[in-house]
C-alpha cells in the first residue's frame, strides 16, 4: 500500500497552480487498491449535493480472466473503476453542445457545463464515449463532474480524492501525477489512460 | 459601469438601429455561420460573433443590415417599413419611382441604399393598386455603399419569385439603370451653435431619463439567463409585413404554384427523418418559433408553420441525429398557410432506467441508457484488455 496521502502534496498542487501555460488538473486512480466501497460516490454526492439518478462518480465492475483448472491458482478478479469525468483533452461533449454551454478551462484543464446556458437536450451525454453527463430531471439541464472546481480554486483536492479510505486517488496536474505514477510504481504497473489513445484525449489515469 | 458612464454610452452609441437579439441565428447558436447582415453592411459595423451581432462604431443608420437580416432582428427607429408606408407617397404615383440618395431626386421615395428595400416594400405600392414600381439604380461602382450592392440583387431575386407566384408580371417591379449621381439628399440646413447645444441637451435629458431605471434593474437581477432568452420567442416584424402583403395581394390574384431552389427561397420545406430522438432542439433553438414540440400524454409531435420559417437552417445544423432533412426545392405558396403542419408524431414511452419520456421502437429503456450502457462496458473491456 501507498503511504497515506504521501504521493501528491500541498505544496505540489500550489506550485502546480502557479505554475503558468496550459495546464490539466486530473485524478489518477490505482486500481490495484481499489476496494469498490463507494466512499468516493458518497463524498462527491455531499459535496456536490446532486439529486437522486444523477451522480457524477460512479463505480464499474469488471470481471478479468477465467477460471480454468481447478487444480491452480484461480486467475480471476474483480476490478473496481471509479468513472468520474475524464476531463478530456478534446471534449466530446463540447464539440456536440448546441448552444456552446461547455467550455475546457484554460488554466485548469477543467470542463464545465454552464447552467445558465445549458437547455438540456442531452447531446452531451450521446457525444461522450464515456457516457458520463447526466440529466438532472429537477433543473432541467446536464450535470457532470466538476472535478470540484469549488475546492480546486481554493487549492483543496477534489472530496473523491481526499475521501478515498484506500487512499487510491490521487490529484494534481497530469504531468506531476504521470512523473509519480513512473518513479513509485514503474515496475509493478502498467500506465493507461482509460480507452487508450482515443480521438477525445481523455485525462484521467488508471494504474492496475 | 456606473450610472454616470451607463448614460454617457447610451447617448454617444444611440444609433437608429436596434438589435433583438434574440431573434439572431448567432446568438442561439455557434454552430449557425450567419453573417448576413455583416456581409451586407456598407460601413462595417457590424460584428458578428457567438453572443450575437452587435452594432459597433461607424454606424450610418442605412437599415441594410434591416433588410439583411431574415429573422428580422434589426429594427429601424426613424424610417421602419411601416414608417415609409405611412408616408403616404405610395397612394398616388403609378409607377412608383424608388431611388437612393446618389440617384433621381423627382423619385417617390428615396431611400439611403437601394440594399434598404424590402420584399415587403416593393409588393406595398402593388398591393395599393399601383400599376408597378420603377427602381432608379445608379451604378454601385464608385458609391461608398457599394459593399452592399449584391444584397439589393437577392431582394429583387426573391420578390420576383413572389411575383411569380402571386401572378403579377415581373416587370411591375423595373429597374433602370443610370449612371452614379451625386448625393440628391435634401443638403442639411445650417446649424448654430446654440441650436446645436440645445437640440443636444434635449436629446440627452431624454435619453438620460430613459436609461435610470435600466440602470436601478440592473443591480438587482442577474443577466437574462440565456435558457430563458432562447425560449422566449419575438414576432419577427419584418416576416408578418410580408406575409400579411403577399397574403392580400394573393386574395385579389389567386396563387401559382411556384417552386424555387432551396437556397433562394425565404421559407423551406423541412421533413424529419427516422433518426429523430425527441430531443427538441430543433424547436428550441428555432429563432422565429417555426418548428414547435409537443408532449401530450401519449405522443410526441413536431409542428411547422412555414410561414414564421425564415430557411436560417439552425434545425438542420444543430440536428445531431441528421434527422431534419430540407428539401431542394420550396414551394413558396407555403407561406400562405395559416395551419401548422404536422412533422412528425409518434407514441412516446417512460424509460425504467432514467423515467424520462422518450421515443423510440420496442423497448422500455431509452435509446440514451442503452447507448450509455454499451459505451462504458465498450471502454472497460478496452482498458482491461
Redesign the interface.
Known amino acids: 500500500m501507498p503511504e497515506a496521502g504521501a504521493f501528491i502534496t500541498e505544496e505540489m498542487i500550489q506550485a502546480s497552480i502557479a505554475k503558468k501555460g496550459p495546464k490539466q488538473y486530473t485524478i489518477w486512480v490505482d486500481l490495484e487498491y481499489c476496494v469498490g466501497c463507494n466512499a468516493c460516490t458518497m463524498a462527491c454526492k455531499a459535496e456536490n449535493n446532486t439529486p437522486v439518478g444523477v451522480d457524477y462518480n460512479r463505480v464499474t465492475e469488471v470481471e478479468v480472466g477465467e477460471f480454468k483448472d481447478p487444480a491452480e491458482k484461480p486467475g480471476v478478479r474483480v476490478y473496481f473503476v471509479p468513472m468520474p469525468c475524464m476531463h478530456c483533452g478534446k471534449p466530446a461533449c463540447m464539440a456536440a453542445c448546441p448552444v456552446g454551454a461547455i467550455t475546457k478551462r484554460k488554466e485548469d484543464g477543467i470542463v464545465l457545463i454552464n447552467k445558465d446556458k445549458c437547455i438540456g437536450c442531452r447531446y452531451c451525454a450521446w457525444a461522450c464515449p464515456y457516457g458520463h453527463p447526466q440529466f438532472n430531471a429537477e433543473a432541467k439541464v446536464m450535470e457532470k463532474c466538476t472535478l470540484c472546481v469549488h475546492r480546486v480554486e481554493k487549492g483543496l483536492k477534489p472530496a473523491c480524492v481526499d475521501t478515498c479510505i484506500a487512499r487510491t486517488r490521487f490529484f494534481g496536474e497530469v504531468n506531476d501525477l504521470t512523473k509519480l505514477i513512473r518513479e513509485k510504481r514503474a515496475e509493478r504497473v502498467s500506465l493507461g489512460f482509460i480507452g487508450g489513445k482515443t480521438t477525445t484525449d481523455p485525462s484521467v489515469l488508471y494504474t492496475k | 459601469m456606473g450610472i454616470a458612464e451607463k448614460i454617457a454610452a447610451k447617448i454617444i452609441n444611440n444609433h437608429n438601429m436596434l438589435i433583438e437579439t434574440s431573434l439572431c441565428s448567432r446568438f ?4 449557425s455561420d450567419c453573417s448576413l447582415c455583416a456581409d451586407a453592411c456598407p460601413a462595417n459595423a457590424i460584428t458578428v460573433a ?1 453572443g450575437g451581432a452587435e452594432i459597433t462604431e461607424g454606424c450610418l443608420d442605412c437599415g441594410v443590415c434591416h433588410s439583411a437580416c431574415p429573422n428580422g432582428a434589426f429594427s429601424i427607429r426613424d424610417g421602419s417599413d411601416e414608417g415609409i408606408m405611412a408616408e403616404g407617397a405610395f397612394s398616388h404615383r403609378s409607377p412608383l419611382r424608388i431611388s437612393c440618395e446618389r440617384g433621381d431626386a423627382s423619385a417617390d421615395l428615396i431611400v439611403p441604399c437601394l440594399s434598404r428595400l424590402t420584399e415587403a416594400l416593393l409588393l406595398e405600392p402593388l398591393r395599393r393598386g399601383a400599376s408597378g414600381v420603377e427602381i432608379v439604380r445608379p451604378s454601385c461602382e464608385g458609391c461608398p455603399l457599394v459593399k452592399a450592392a449584391f444584397h439589393f440583387d437577392t431582394v429583387i431575386r426573391r420578390t420576383h419569385h413572389l411575383c411569380d407566384m402571386l401572378g403579377i408580371e415581373r416587370n411591375s417591379i423595373d429597374i433602370k439603370n443610370i449612371p452614379l449621381q451625386g448625393s440628391v439628399k435634401a443638403p442639411e440646413k445650417a446649424v448654430s451653435r446654440r441650436e446645436f447645444l440645445e437640440a443636444f441637451r434635449t436629446k440627452a435629458t431624454r435619453i438620460a431619463a430613459a436609461a435610470i431605471p435600466d440602470v436601478e434593474d440592473s443591480g438587482d437581477d442577474k443577466a437574462e ?3 430563458n432568452a ?1 425560449q422566449e420567442r419575438r414576432e419577427n416584424r419584418k416576416r408578418s409585413r410580408l406575409v400579411g402583403r403577399i397574403r392580400e395581394l394573393s386574395a385579389k390574384s389567386g396563387v401559382n404554384p411556384i417552386a424555387v431552389p432551396s437556397k433562394d427561397a425565404i421559407t423551406a420545406d423541412i421533413e424529419i427523418g427516422p433518426g429523430c430522438t425527441a ?3 430543433c424547436a ?2 428555432c429563432p422565429t418559433g417555426a418548428i414547435t414540440r409537443q408532449w401530450t400524454e401519449k405522443t410526441f409531435s413536431l409542428s411547422f408553420s412555414p410561414a414564421l420559417c425564415t430557411n436560417c437552417r439552425i434545425c438542420e445544423k ?1 440536428c ?1 441525429h441528421g434527422a431534419v432533412k430540407m428539401n431542394e426545392t420550396v414551394s413558396l405558396s407555403l407561406l400562405l398557410e395559416h395551419k401548422k403542419t404536422v412533422l412528425f408524431e409518434t407514441a412516446k414511452k417512460t424509460c425504467i432506467a ?3 419520456d422518450f421515443i423510440g421502437e420496442g423497448a422500455e429503456i431509452c435509446p ?1 441508457c442503452l ?3 454499451k ?2 462496458t465498450a ?6 484488455k
Do not use: A, H, I
Open positions: 442561439r447558436t455557434p454552430q457567438d439567463v440565456f435558457r432562447v430531443c427538441g432542439v428550441s433553438l444543430t445531431m432514467c423515467c424520462m440514451l447507448d450509455r450502457n459505451k462504458q471502454v472497460l473491456q478496452k482498458l482491461f
